[in-house]
């Protein structure tokens, strides 16, 4: 795996993780591309304090990652990738619209050769525009894909399988994912087995606006790729409540960074909401 470092700067352990994360972070990404991680390149790592600027590239795809440190982990919270006139660019939580700071922009203007040509204009959009609206809820099955940047940065997939709506359909009111507190989220490194403090690494909730219940057959499946490296030692399982029944914990498989998880039926009621969480476990 190609880690030539071609104009780092900035603490030797912080530049060496950044480096380390941006590889697992990035991987899901660059095997969609159709490119082997493998052949993945992270060049001028620039680390100031609790930020990070990075350049990428693999086979024909090249882009620029920034990071935030937040609970002990480096989150993926901007992602910029250049068009022929203009950079498609998303900034996600921890920096939402706040950004990159002033004392880490001027050092990647020294020392990343994209931040020295300029990261701007922005193109109209976000790189995961084709997401698209939350649209409706179709009896026989469908996709719901948000907009990272309305899920709190992490990539959020629901396959829902078929159920009971009505032919017409049903409009998805609500989508929501949202990262762990502080005194929620499990803490890195994880705790010796046994600990019996928080757990979760993520948190999302459904809505449909449907005057009646909606029975969704098994078989539904909900992929997230996290927006920081997730501990592959430990196990992942997602629990909900929906419709007034609490589910059973569902174990997932991680591959590139992304947890997938098939749910079992469940029932979307009236004016409620399918309240989710994912947690670590040893």
């Not at 990647?108 to 809820?137: E, I, K, Y």
């Not at 709190?152 to 949202?178: H, I, S």
Request: with cysteine; proline share 8%.
């Amino acid at each position: 795996m190609a880690q030539a470092a071609a104009d780092d700067f900035g603490p030797g352990g912080d530049v060496r993780q950044v480096r380390s994360n941006a590889i697992r972070l990035l991987a899901q990404r660059v095997r969609a591309s159709g490119t082997d991680p493998q052949q993945l390149q992270i060049s001028d790592v620039v680390v100031v304090r609790d930020q990070a600027i990075l350049s990428w590239r693999a086979g024909s795809e090249h882009g620029v990652m920034g990071l935030a440190r937040y609970l002990d982990r480096w989150w993926d919270a901007l992602d910029a990738q250049p068009r022929a006139t203009c950079w498609y660019t998303l900034t996600a939580f921890p920096l939402d619209d706040a950004g990159l700071s002033n004392a880490t922009l001027a050092a990647a203007a020294v020392h990343n050769a994209d931040a020295r040509t300029g990261l701007r204009p922005r193109c109209p959009g976000a790189p995961d525009a084709q997401s698209g609206a939350l649209g409706s809820l179709s009896a026989r099955g469908g996709t719901i894909h948000p907009t990272r940047g309305s899920t709190a940065g992490y990539d959020f997939t629901v396959r829902y399988a078929q159920n009971n709506a009505p032919a017409a359909g049903v409009p998805v009111k609500r989508l929501y994912g949202r990262a762990p507190t502080t005194a929620e989220a499990l803490p890195n490194p994880p705790p010796p087995q046994g600990w019996g403090g928080p757990t979760n690494v993520f948190f999302f909730n459904i809505a449909a606006d449907s005057p009646a219940p909606i029975t969704v057959t098994a078989g539904t499946v909900v992929t997230i790729w996290f927006p920081f490296v997730l501990n592959d030692s430990l196990g992942y399982r997602l629990s909900y409540v929906s419709g007034g029944q609490f589910s059973p914990s569902i174990h997932g498989t991680i591959f590139d960074n992304v947890l997938t998880f098939t749910l079992p039926a469940f029932t979307l009621a009236p004016g409620g909401e399918f309240q989710a969480e994912v947690e670590g476990f040893w």
